[in-house]
């Protein structure tokens, strides 16, 4: 190892080290980062992923900015993609289980391979289209630029047998023709030989890694170094590209000249074109293999920047969770609670701001943790293997023309269509039908939520409406309170059994301003409509 190479491991190293356990707070583009993920969803339709709805609704996008601390762009889009599909399969999520462990206790061999991720960093282009769509080699190109080139070599060559006087008009014409195409083409693929370079750094971290001949990561070994075998032929012509004026130093305009002279960054680009089209399989691999490894590591430093964290207990087929002491990752200093749920619903009750759909979010996320980085945030988690799903925040959509009620009734009917599998559907609820008429909405949701228990889902529901504990008979029923007082809002954020016994609207709305006139006449209008219910 050189000088310079050394100088620069340390400063990773250092920078590494600095960061491990610590959340990283760079800006992240969702839109590039769910690539991978959409192109992977249209290879394999039929994998279940967890949809855009129920992703919104956990506020994952939050929840990702907290764990990721990967340190390449393969590694940030894995991450991405492993989160959206929670494993429903004992091995696979076993063996990942084994691995953050290892990388969380092996300090000296992950830190070895984070210095080659480091050293690979993050790609802005997006370099998914080369591996995953199709990129035009085109041959015609490809044969007049080696064409141009060759006359180059030629006229050059020539020199010193026909003099300079014979050979300088056409060779100044064919270096003009040739820079004009040097300086068009770069205006035209830049972006793509940029992609194309980092696709060959890619190779070259892969084929390092594979080298180090890690045991505990042999399966991702093996397969790194099968495929950067057959890819190592990219990688090298991609040492060809962007090559630029260096620092603009005499040497650089030296080797840009030589370049124009004989296209040799074109050339190279249509070549390595043409190998990419031949070897996706194999780049596919390398990109998801590399990017797994990453993120991996990733969850083993979010582990280690946690107070508190425990591995879940997984059974296949089963439909409960018993859940202790258990917070949602974004709160800090969050109020933990316990419940266990054993086929059987939930109603949760209770007024507005008082904690239920905080609940069903942290239920949600450590559930959908537990099947991907196999760690939660509580003390302790036992549950089954479920495909989760949800409707907590259906909007408005004004640019579609849908209600609140059309898009709710959508997520609703998702949620159903899903159910009946032989893996047990995990559902969230805020509020079914809140965007239509008290005696439509209470009577679909109770015809709901019977549906959804007697076709092997595992459902919580949070509402006000109390009918619903009453007419409902597989669902148990919990719920939060408040108090409020002249001194304000108080919350304890605690789940308890049973129905919410307290009412709050009305007392929010005098604590922060409403006209006297509004609250008793409203107050007034509650008591007499519950006197006519007692009555009748």
Sequence with gaps: ???????????????????????????????????????????????????????????????????????????????????????????????????????????????????????????????????????????????????MALMSTALIVAIPFLGISQVGFPLFMILLFNMMIHYR????????????????????????IAKMNIGEINQYEEALKNCS?????????????????????????????????????????????????????????????????????SASSYRAGLEKYVEPELQMGKRFIEAENIVHPLIEKAIAN???????????????????????????VNALLAQTIYTCTADKYHGGYFRIISSISPDD?????????????????????????????????????RGTNPVERVSAAVEILNYLIANNALVLVATHDLELTKMVDAYDCYYFREDVDESGLKFDYLIKK???????AIRILKYIGYPDDIINKAEDRISNNEEVAAAN
Excluded at 187 to 199: A, D, H
Aim: proline residues 2%; charged residues 30%.
């Design 397 to 433: 959509n004004l640019m579609s023309g849908k209600s609140y009620y059309l898009g709710e009734a959508e997520a609703l009917l998702n949620i159903i269509r899903s159910c009946n599998s032989e893996v047990p559907l995990l559902s969230f609820i805020d509020e079914i039908f």
């Design 1 to 147: 190892m050189n000088i310079i190479q050394s100088l620069w491991n340390g400063k990773a190293l250092r920078e590494i080290r600095a960061k491990w356990g610590m959340k990283d707070n760079r800006k992240r583009n969702f839109d590039n980062m769910k690539d991978l993920f959409n192109y992977v969803k249209e290879e394999k339709p039929n994998e279940f992923y967890i949809n855009d709805q129920t992703w919104l609704d956990l506020n994952m996008d939050e929840v990702f900015k907290e764990l990721d601390k990967t340190l390449s762009t393969p590694g940030e889009q894995a991450f991405y993609n492993l989160l959206r599909r929670p494993l429903i399969d004992e091995k696979r999520l076993h063996n990942r289980k084994e691995l953050i462990r290892f990388f969380e206790k092996s300090t000296d061999i992950r830190e070895a391979v984070q210095v080659e991720l480091f050293k690979l960093g993050k790609q802005e282009i997006g370099i998914l289209p080369l591996i995953w769509g199709q990129i035009d080699g085109n041959k015609v190109k490809k044969f007049s630029y080696s064409f």
């Design 229 to 297: 075998a057959k890819c190592r032929k990219i990688a090298r012509r991609t040492a060809f590209l962007n090559s630029g004026a260096l620092n603009g130093d005499l040497l650089g305009a030296l080797v840009e000249y030589v370049y124009i002279a004989f296209l040799v960054e074109e050339r190279a680009f249509y070549s390595v074109i043409d190998e990419i089209n031949k070897y996706k399989p194999e780049l596919k691999e390398v990109y998801l293999t590399l990017g797994e490894i990453d993120a991996l590591i």
């Design 185 to 208: 083409e770069k205006k035209i693929t830049m972006g793509q030989q940029s992609s194309v370079k980092y696709l060959g750094a890619i190779i070259n971290t892969a084929d390092k």
């Design 338 to 364: 316990s419940i266990t749920i054993d086929n059987r619903g939930v109603i949760l009750t209770g007024s507005n701001m008082s904690g239920k759909s905080t609940f069903l979010r942290t239920l949600g």
């Design 498 to 504: 049973g129905v919410s016994p307290t009412r709050n």
